[in-house]
């Protein structure tokens, strides 16, 4: 696994929140929710210099502080076209919309919207909810060619197959929360129908509503003779080459 990195290091901020750092050292956070995510190692809620956010969908514990860093860092945000809007009308001029389908090369780095099938809304500080277009997963391919797949909220899908054939992934970062995205049974097929020779378990422990565990996610696995390796990483570890 580490090998294949190509220079770049992936980081666990906890639920669904990574931190990636290219090879040539840009800075790039997937769903940002750090500052209220009861899973971020204190150490690590500082983001300091960033260049990219992309965002699945708009669900807090996804979005979470994409509007004050974006504002902060000046990072460009790439979201769906719903999202894209919304963060314009907050005065976020580095947005750029991507939807299902688009690939887009950002910095060094080509990001490829997937398909997910959850929900999503924005939530508002007047508590008003807005639409926030569909949730996407992502393809990230960096300047090595080493690709990973996040999944966004999902439930499984038979196109995840599809993923695999056509973008092939080399690691998977897949929910396995249960109740409000896909069970560990349902990630044990999505890994299967993916063929991605590595795992990462993500979205679960955070909430009482995703108490899927690793353990149960692993069984699933072993039943369906899948073969991939996972990586259960705790909120502040990192693979890296
Ligand atoms: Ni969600
Ligand atoms: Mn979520």
């Known amino acids: 696994m580490e090998q294949l990195l190509g220079g770049a290091r992936i980081t666990y901020l906890g639920h669904a929140t990574f931190r990636l750092t290219t090879a040539g050292d840009e800075q790039i956070i997937i769903d940002p929710f750090i500052t209220d995510n009861p899973q971020t190692p204190e150490e690590l809620k500082e983001v300091g210099e960033l260049d990219t956010i992309l965002l699945t969908h708009g669900h807090f514990d996804h979005f979470g502080d994409t509007i004050p860093l974006a504002k902060q860092t000046g990072a460009t945000v790439v979201a769906n076209f719903e999202t894209f809007a919304y963060l314009q009308s907050q005065g976020i001029e580095n947005a750029m919309p991507l939807n299902k389908g688009g690939t887009a090369q ?136």
């Open 106 to 241: 950002v910095g060094g780095i080509k990001v490829t919207g997937t398909n997910a099938f959850h929900s999503s809304s924005i939530q508002t500080e007047d508590g008003s909810t807005i639409y926030g277009g569909e949730p996407m997963g992502f393809v990230v391919e960096f300047e090595s060619g080493f690709k990973l797949y996040h999944a966004g909220d999902t439930c499984v899908f038979g196109d995840m197959a599809l993923i695999g054939e056509i973008y092939n992934p080399d690691l998977a970062l897949l929910p396995i929360g249960n109740n409000v995205v896909m069970s560990p049974f349902e990630a044990a097929h999505a890994t299967r129908l993916l063929g991605v020779d590595h795992v990462v378990p993500i979205h679960y422990g955070t909430f009482p509503f995703v108490p899927g565990t690793p353990d149960e996610f692993k069984g699933h696995l072993s039943d369906l003779g899948v073969k991939s390796e996972v990586h259960v990483m705790s909120p502040g570890d990192r693979l890296a080459s």
